[in-house]
């Protein structure tokens, strides 16, 4: 079974930082896009950051912009999220994904994780 387990949310107060691991499992990942989103209670699903197969090329979306950094770790077949000067507008559910291209559209990610929840205090 193919999975993406995410980890590292919890709640933070604002200024702090995270940072959110996708580690798959039941298949490799390395010829994949592993992008980010997120829902807020009652919003639609938001582009948070992509990153490229080879980690070449990345993207995020402008709420994050600067803030937040997406990477690859190969030899550990994991994706992270340093997250760095939250806000409380940036609690939510934090979910990774995989892609066959490079693209902020999440109809186009095959493969979602259970989400990991992040909170940021005031």
């Known amino acids: 079974q193919v999975q993406l387990v995410e980890s590292g949310g919890g709640l933070v107060q604002a200024g702090g930082s995270l940072t959110l691991s996708c580690t798959p499992s039941?298949?490799?990942?390395?010829?994949?896009?592993m992008g980010w989103f997120r829902q807020a209670p009652g919003k639609e699903r938001e582009f948070v950051a992509v990153?490229?197969?080879?980690?070449?090329?990345?993207a995020y979306g402008d709420s994050v912009q600067g803030r937040f950094t997406i990477s690859r770790d190969f030899k550990k077949n994991t994706v992270h999220l340093q997250m760095n000067s939250l806000k409380p507008e940036d609690t939510a559910v934090y979910y990774c994904?995989?892609?066959?291209?490079?693209?902020?559209?999440?109809?186009?990610?095959?493969?979602w994780g259970q989400g990991t929840q992040v909170t940021v205090s005031s």
């Open positions: 039941g298949r490799t990942f390395s010829s994949y896009a």
């Open positions: 990153i490229s197969w080879s980690g070449g090329s990345s």
């Open positions: 994904a995989a892609a066959p291209l490079f693209t902020r559209d999440a109809a186009t990610y095959d493969y």
